[in-house]
């Protein structure tokens, strides 16, 4: 069994700043990319950012490109998502899942490509 908990979502303002976290625990891959997802209501999920196993390759959509960062903290078994400069198109339920691979890029944009997946945590941001 494997395990992952998001945390860090809540209510901001436009503009505003929120770090989402996600923990793995259980039986996880030895390596394993990592990624974020998010749905709204009435639409269907949609990728938001990837990371590398080793952090070193992430792959971002191209609307949160520029202010949104990912990063990984393998120790931990932590994935963050920093949000910044947040829209109220950003609003939804972020998802983070552990993908089928351990390396980078845009092959991890599709979420069929992950095997395992968090419970989801809300963010909403006010107009």
């Known amino acids: 069994q494997v395990q992952l908990v998001e945390s860090g979502g809540g209510l901001v303002q436009t503009g505003g700043s929120l770090r989402l976290s996600c923990q793995a625990s259980?039986?996880?891959?030895?390596?394993?990319?990592m990624g974020w997802f998010r749905q709204a209501p009435g639409k269907e999920r949609e990728f938001v950012a990837t990371?590398?196993?080793?952090?070193?390759?992430?792959y971002f959509a191209d609307s949160v490109k520029g202010r949104f960062t990912i990063s990984r903290d393998n120790a931990k078994n932590t994935v963050y998502l920093q949000m910044n400069s947040l829209k109220p198109e950003d609003t939804a339920v972020y998802y983070c899942?552990?993908?089928?691979?351990?390396?980078?890029?845009?092959?991890?944009?599709?979420?069929?490509?992950?095997?395992?997946w968090g419970q989801g945590t809300q963010v909403t941001v006010s107009s």
């Open positions: 990371i590398s196993w080793s952090g070193g390759s992430t």
């Open positions: 259980g039986r996880t891959p030895s390596r394993y990319a």
């Open positions: 899942a552990i993908a089928n691979g351990y390396y980078g890029g845009a092959y991890f944009s599709a979420p069929l490509n992950y095997a395992y």
